[in-house]
């Protein structure tokens, strides 16, 4: 039989699951439902919750990534999408211009490196994409409407208020 231990430590109460344990896991939390599952069940949600917050926190620094790196390439960017999509999220950068911007493709390609190298973002699947100067309507064969998460615009023509307000990259400063 597994072992099934409970510790009282800093006044908060403990219980050991021994994933080899073949029992059944009885959870009452106050005023709520009962949850009864297998050991090995209680496991694996308890893994999932941990993934779930750390995909959350992995989120966040791959925005700080990406907001860092369209600061740093401004001037070549006339927008910049990331979006989900069923395989992962998609980051969409339009150029400037119409003709190929090599710099800016070794630079996205370096982005996209580091990131799929980064062992703190190992939850993240990101593909990046860029494209030549395009209308928001050709664009949008990329995305998936209504889930955009971040959009960056240079032409204030070209998208609403509040996208801008709430996803613009701050004002060059030289």
């Given at each position: 039989m597994g072992r099934s231990m409970t510790t009282t430590m800093n006044a908060k109460t403990f219980v050991l699951l021994d994933e080899t344990e073949d029992g059944t896991v009885v959870i009452q939390p106050k005023n709520?439902?009962?949850?009864?599952?297998?050991?090995?069940?209680?496991?694996?949600a308890c893994q999932l919750l941990d993934d779930s917050y750390s995909f959350v926190r992995q989120v966040g620094d791959l925005q700080e990534k990406l907001v860092s790196w369209l600061e740093a390439n401004r001037d070549q960017i006339h927008s910049a999408f990331l979006t989900i999509r069923a395989d992962g999220i998609l980051f969409v950068v339009v150029q400037s211009k119409v003709e190929r911007d090599d710099a800016l493709?070794?630079?996205?390609t370096d982005l996209d490196l580091s990131i799929a190298c980064d062992e703190m973002l190992d939850l993240i699947k990101l593909e990046v994409l860029s494209t030549p100067l395009a209308s928001r309507e050709a664009l949008n064969a990329f995305m998936c409407t209504g889930q955009i998460i971040h959009a960056h615009e240079n032409s204030s023509?070209?998208?609403?208020?509040?996208?801008?307000?709430s996803a613009e990259v701050p004002e060059r400063k030289d």
């Open positions: 709520r439902d009962t949850f009864c599952m297998q050991v090995e069940e209680a496991v694996r493709v070794s630079s996205l023509q070209s998208c609403s208020r509040r996208e801008r307000e």
